[in-house]
């Protein structure tokens, strides 16, 4: 999706980078913003022009700069200007710390906040809910109303949340062989390269599974900072795709729940986490209502996967 464009982050100090770095940034800047090199100088926005303007773009460059530069840059994304990459590349070089991000998270992964249960809202006098950005936050609201904070919204009875992210499969870099192309071998695991080569469209495959990473982080913010070859689409038995987290003691599996589709042009992943709630401390009734919101839950979630699909079908046709 579309990367925002955020005022000039401020880059640690450091010595400038030597004219064969500074050549080899113009070359990847140039080729993934489309533009000719002669055109990018240190006020060169990154975000004006070609695949940078999306979080595909920015992995890519991301890979380009370890595999040429050998540079890992912690906060890449913030970046605006071609200036502040080479001072970024240039403090990784030294071995300087990298600076704090100062820009704040982009609205896609503030919608992840989860909203209040349908039960809270019902106590009382009236509810209003006010959005700016995307964060839920206090409004003015008439005499005796209920306004729902951040604070609020993040308590314990909030237990459902969800990521949804879309992707143009053409945004994707096209590879000669994807087992070496780096924006490949960064940020998919061996089996996800193995399995997406093998089919006749391999780019749609891989758009899929970069929308349920990204899902995941937009579902449980916990896992924003994880590289993405961390977090690995995994083909069960019947062939329904999970995802499988890999830590320093071994691989888990998180507990959500993953739909993917994809079309010609559009690849689109839904994740969809509830908390687990304590066991009852009393016996209860089969046919609970807790397992009639679950499948409502995923009813919902279902629908919405298939009404964005319908949509993106409209748009190709």
């Not at 955020?6 to 400038?16: F, K, L, R």
């Not at 064969?20 to 080729?31: P, Y």
């Not at 899902?215 to 038995?237: D, H």
């Not at 599996?253 to 690849?267: I, Q």
């Amino acid at each position: 999706m579309n990367a925002p464009i955020a005022p000039p982050t401020p880059v640690a100090q450091s010595e400038p980078a030597s004219a064969g770095v500074r050549q080899a940034l113009t070359a990847i800047v140039s080729e993934l913003c489309e533009v000719d090199a002669a055109q990018i100088g240190e006020d060169f926005v990154l975000a004006s022009a070609g695949r940078l303007r999306s979080s595909l773009g920015r992995a890519t460059l991301d890979a380009k700069i370890r595999r040429r530069l050998g540079v890992r840059i912690e906060n890449l994304h913030t970046l605006r200007t071609f200036g502040d990459l080479e001072a970024a590349v240039a403090a990784g070089s030294s071995g300087a710390p990298a600076p704090p991000s100062q820009i704040p998270k982009p609205a896609s992964a503030e919608m992840s906040q989860p909203m209040p249960p349908l039960r809270s809202l019902a106590k009382g006098a009236p509810t209003f809910l006010s959005a700016q950005r995307s964060n839920w936050s206090e409004a003015p609201a008439s005499s005796g109303a209920q306004v729902w904070s951040a604070a609020k919204l993040l308590s314990a009875e909030s237990r459902l949340a969800c990521g949804i992210d879309v992707e143009s499969i053409s945004s994707l870099p096209e590879a000669k062989d994807y087992w070496e192309e780096p924006f490949y071998k960064a940020n998919f695991t061996p089996a996800e390269i193995a399995y997406c080569v093998g089919q006749a469209n391999p780019r749609m495959h891989f758009a899929a599974r970069w929308c349920a990473k990204e899902a995941l982080k937009k579902c449980l913010p916990a896992y924003t900072q994880w590289e993405m070859k961390r977090i690995e689409v995994v083909r069960g038995e019947a062939g329904r795709p999970y995802l499988r987290l890999t830590e320093d003691g071994g691989a888990k599996t998180p507990p959500v729940a993953l739909s993917l589709t994809h079309s010609e042009d559009w690849a689109l992943a839904m994740v969809v986490s509830g908390a687990e709630r304590p066991a009852p401390t009393s016996p209860r009734p089969r046919g609970s209502a807790t397992g009639s919101r679950i499948g409502l839950c995923l009813s919902l979630a279902a629908l919405v996967c298939s009404l964005l699909a319908l949509i993106l079908a409209l748009i190709r046709w």
